[in-house]
């Protein structure tokens, strides 16, 4: 669920762009079926699924790291 | 029951004869309750003459009928094709019974739709759907009331949770047309009866097609002049003008004030939020509430203006553009990549292309990489921050007050406040404005002074650098065309100027990283959009220059951009490249000013310039889509020599002030 930033709606980004932009879809805006402010779907992005990706890949090898360092601090106790 | 307005017609029969069709809001559940309705047997094909897709299935559960689920519609006046589509199914047709889903948490905005079923008198069963996400947040519609209000039968539900889906068989048994309906001033009722009357015989929904024709609704015009024998056509557009004659306000407007109130009154009676009642106020809402107030709204607007531009302009485009542009291009990128080029390809011609005085990689990467994306990154952090707090539609507010002041038609403000977004998009939405004239006028407001979040902060970026008076200067140059433009506009498009209605969401305190993923794919966006054009900015001034036309049109321009602007005749690269991007040539501005080309005064007259300039070429083919080719060009041949006017007076007085 998008919630736009001008009006408060809450609605789900499906693409529903009008005939005439001529960015054609080729944006990461979701128009608010409301007011028409275009909301940013970080969905569509590559970026952000990149990091996200990588946040979660780094964040499992920390907490991966974490919990062996605490096995061989109880072990060698 | 059945409460058809009339069971005789002349058309054949179409989409909708004795099916139930459901109805509704997008996202508001309808496939969920289709599915319920149909199992798993279902067609999905094009409505006649469109690509708009159609459900319909069988229903499983008890009648054997078809059901047709319809594409999601805010209105019944139609202005895209799926609202088209689902408005022809209705009129068109004789529906056994329309079930109209409604989101329980939006109310008002299915109350629009449910207005306009009253006024097509259809059997009607309503659903409120999603009653538990509405419970959650403290929302209570007393669908009793409401019932007994509308007279139909309304069902609490929530469809994905199958909780209240049993009674609907049993309800779609006994629909019933919805009383009373949305009751219009004793003008507009005696017109509207005298249309009904004659449409009775040749449309099966007379009232609901008489209305829209009086409220100037294209398709219906269509619709009854081809239902209709010339001399009544002609008697009914007699009626439409005459009722609009005897009143100041426009007739649609008056109708959407009746069908204001009849909303507004149906959620004072069934509507109520717990939350906001009961608990006491925060420190959030009183932000919020001191965030409008006509005086105290104005110091927290100046400080929020204040801290973008320090953010922006002093911390964006003075160290970061700094650091990125003087250290890791200058320092280290440009200089390896050049050395590169000169070593591996031989050619003087191709060597130029990529890193000479007008080099891809030199000019158009460093403009985009080196000057443009520290700044662009941050505004959009700060207007993420914006976003995210809840001030955006507070700004949107205070705006209004400003337009109202020049006396703009009030629904004229949204487009304008989208502009500061993305004039693109706020273009597209102008089609919602009743008249060609509103249409047309706040288009060219548009394009001629309401700078894009990317081209504010790029105007933002270098006016930091200078003192303060010199973005006054700039900000009153603006306001006052804008200002000079929408007053002349207000006198040539009378209108009611307390439209603008906007729900104000709470103020809250805005996440990090929701603020930096959508910074993230702003940027994204960003760069796939305007590296391509800055490329092609960049290789057209190096053929210009390459054949020697670039040399020619510098020194035809130099009355123009020397005598007239007095500025360097090297300003004329970045006007040309400012015809693809406002924000293009504001960088090429950047530099120059940076490399001290260009004085103080000169680089006011040369932002007054570039930021009344058209603002993108994306902008002009919107133009062209939404207005039509001669308005588009019509529009440009007016804003680029005012542009320049404008740009020249100022450069005669800072000239004068000395």
């Known amino acids: 669920m998008i919630r736009c930033a001008l009006c408060g709606f809450e609605y789900e980004p499906v693409p529903s762009c009008p005939a005439s932009c001529p960015l054609n879809g080729a944006c990461h805006f979701v128009c608010c079926p409301r007011c028409g402010y275009q909301n940013i779907d970080a969905s569509q992005s590559a970026a952000v699924k990149l990091v996200t990706e990588k946040s979660a890949v780094i964040s499992n090898a920390v907490s991966n790291l974490v919990s062996r360092i605490e096995i061989s601090r109880i072990r060698s106790k | 029951m059945s409460c058809h307005a009339s069971a005789e017609t002349n058309e054949t029969l179409s989409p909708g004869d004795g099916e139930i069709i459901l109805v509704g809001n997008p996202n508001v559940g309808k496939s969920v309750l289709f599915g319920w309705l149909t199992g798993k047997y279902v067609t999905v094909a094009n409505y006649p003459g469109t690509t708009v897709e159609v459900a319909r299935g069988i229903a499983q559960r008890d009648s054997q009928r078809v059901v047709v689920d319809t594409p999601g519609v805010n209105s019944l006046q139609p202005f895209s094709d799926d609202e088209r589509v689902t408005r022809d199914v209705l009129l068109n047709g004789t529906p056994w019974v329309v079930v109209q889903v409604a989101d329980a948490k939006n109310l008002r ?110 398709t219906y015009d269509a619709f009854v002049r081809a239902r209709v024998d010339a001399e009544t056509y002609a008697q009914f557009c007699r009626t439409r003008e005459q009722l609009q004659e005897r009143a100041m306000t426009p007739l649609s407007t008056r109708m959407q004030n009746a069908r204001t109130r009849w909303i507004d009154e149906t959620m004072r009676a069934v509507y109520t939020t717990q939350a906001a009642s009961a608990a006491p106020e925060t420190l959030a809402h009183k932000l919020g509430r001191w965030a409008v107030h006509p005086v105290w709204g104005i110091p927290i607007l100046l400080g929020v203006l204040f801290a973008v531009y320090e953010f922006v302009g002093v911390f964006g485009a003075g160290v970061l553009v700094g650091f990125v542009e003087n250290v890791i291009f200058g320092a280290y990128i440009n200089p390896f990549v050049t050395h590169v080029v000169r070593t591996l390809i031989p050619f003087s011609l191709a060597q130029d292309f990529l890193v000479g005085p007008y080099g891809i990689l030199t000019v158009a990467l460093t403009y985009g990489f080196a000057i443009i994306l520290p700044i662009v990154t941050t505004f959009f952090l700060a207007f993420g921050i914006l976003e995210d707090s809840g001030y955006l539609p507070r700004l949107a507010v205070m705006a209004h007050r400003l337009f109202r002041a020049m006396g703009l038609n009030g629904k004229a403000v949204l487009p304008m406040v989208l502009g500061l977004g993305c004039d693109t998009m706020a273009t597209m939405t102008t089609r919602t404005l009743e008249t060609k004239k509103d249409r047309v006028l706040v288009t060219l407001l548009l394009a001629l002074g309401v700078p894009c979040s990317a081209q504010l902060g790029v105007v933002l970026g270098m006016l930091a650098g200078m003192d303060w008076a010199a973005t006054l200067v700039w900000l009153g140059v603006v306001a006052g065309v804008l200002l000079a433009v929408g007053w002349l506009a207000a006198r040539v498009i009378p209108g009611d100027t307390s439209e603008f209605v906007l729900e104000l969401p709470p103020m809250r305190v805005p996440q990090l990283s929701h603020i930096l993923i959508k910074t993230l794919a702003r940027l994204e966006w960003y760069l796939k959009e305007v590296l391509p054009l800055f490329i092609l900015g960049t290789a057209m001034l190096f053929v210009l220059d390459a054949t020697g036309a670039l040399a020619w049109i510098q020194h035809a321009a130099e009355p123009l951009i020397v005598n007239w602007l007095g500025l360097p005749v090297q300003a004329t690269n970045a006007f040309l490249v400012g015809f693809l991007r406002r924000d293009y040539g504001a960088a090429g501005f950047f530099q120059m000013a940076q490399a001290g080309l260009l004085t103080r005064e000169q680089i006011i007259v040369a932002l007054v310039t570039i930021t009344l300039f058209v603002p993108c070429i994306a902008n002009f083919f919107v133009m062209v889509k939404e207005r039509g080719a001669k308005t588009a060009l019509a529009i440009t041949a007016f804003i680029v020599p005012f542009a320049f006017f404008v740009g020249g007076v100022l450069n005669f007085v800072l000239r004068s002030l000395g």
């Open chain 2, 109 to 218: 905005r299915a109350l629009l739709i449910t207005s306009q079923l009253a006024d097509m008198q259809v059997p009607l069963v309503l659903v409120l759907n999603m009653m538990d996400e509405a419970a959650a947040r403290q929302i209570d519609v007393d669908a009793e009331k409401l019932s007994a209000r509308l007279g139909v039968r309304v069902l609490a539900t929530a469809a994905t949770k199958h909780q209240g889906l049993d009674a609907l068989m049993d309800a779609l048994k006994t629909p019933q047309c919805i009383q009373p309906r949305v009751r219009f001033d004793d003008d507009i009722e005696r017109a509207l009866n005298a249309l009904e009357e004659k449409l009775r015989g040749v449309c099966t929904r007379p009232r609901a097609v008489a209305l829209n024709f009086l409220n100037g609704e294209a």
